[in-house]
């Protein structure tokens, strides 16, 4: 069965630090990799995915993740956070097939503090 | 655009009570999902529905019914609540791949 697993479940950074959040996967299809992003209150938002192509992916707001297939790893990366961060971050891969839905991580909680 | 629209956004039931959940999505999305959102355990999934009148059970069924009677729309039931149902329910969409849209969230509490 498809898995995700998310290293770190709370992190902490001063404005201005650099972060990399760890994500492993284990699954057995067609590799495609997502991290969202949820703001207090909010929805889930696409912070950005992976289909197939250059390993290292480029979101929306300044964050990137790099596909290492020998690492089953898909780590989203970010070199100078900022407070408006401040967000829980999970990562997701397809449960099956494309109808199947999303598998989650059980998410990071970052906290950017000023 | 509207995107996946949820009603309603907060609710609070007794133990027993039954109520529907109502998702709907202006986007001609093919595919339609329900999840469930508890603090620690990510993000799992009820049901979804790979079009109308379709629906397939996805990791945490038990205790859920759903409908897809319009491709727009997909309810979301609870027959007779329980307190472990307490959580933030979230609908979303996709249109012929894993990539979703997400709505807003139910925030409902069983008491």
């Known amino acids: 069965a498809q898995s995700v697993s998310q290293h770190n479940h709370h992190v902490i950074l001063s404005e201005a630090a650099s972060l990399e959040l760890g994500c492993n996967y284990s699954?057995?299809?067609?590799?495609?990799l997502f991290w969202y992003v949820q703001y207090p209150g909010q929805h889930l938002q696409l912070l950005l995915k992976y289909f197939s192509g250059d390993p290292l992916v480029k979101g929306i707001k300044g964050f990137e993740a790099e596909f290492i297939k020998s690492k089953f790893s898909f780590n989203l990366r970010k070199p100078s956070v900022q407070w408006s961060d401040t967000a829980e971050y999970f990562c997701?891969?397809?449960?099956?097939?494309?109808?199947?839905?999303?598998?989650f991580g059980k998410g990071t909680h970052l906290i950017i503090q000023p | 655009n509207a995107g996946v629209t949820q009603t309603p956004k907060f609710r609070v039931l007794k133990t027993g009570q039954s109520m529907t959940l109502l998702c709907a999505q202006d986007?001609?999305?093919?595919?339609m999902y329900w999840y469930r959102q508890d603090p620690g355990m990510g993000l799992r999934l009820i049901h979804y529905s790979v079009g109308e009148g379709t629906t397939a059970k996805g990791e945490v069924p038990d205790g859920y019914n759903v409908s897809r009677l319009k491709k727009q729309n997909f309810l979301l039931g609870l027959e007779s609540a329980a307190p472990s149902q307490t959580s933030v329910y979230f609908c979303a969409s996709s249109y012929l791949g894993p990539e979703a849209f997400f709505g807003q969230g139910t925030r409902l509490t069983v008491v």
């Open positions: 997701a891969v397809p449960s099956g097939g494309g109808a199947d839905g999303l598998t």
């Open positions: 986007m001609n999305h093919e595919y």
């Open positions: 699954y057995g299809g067609t590799v495609n």
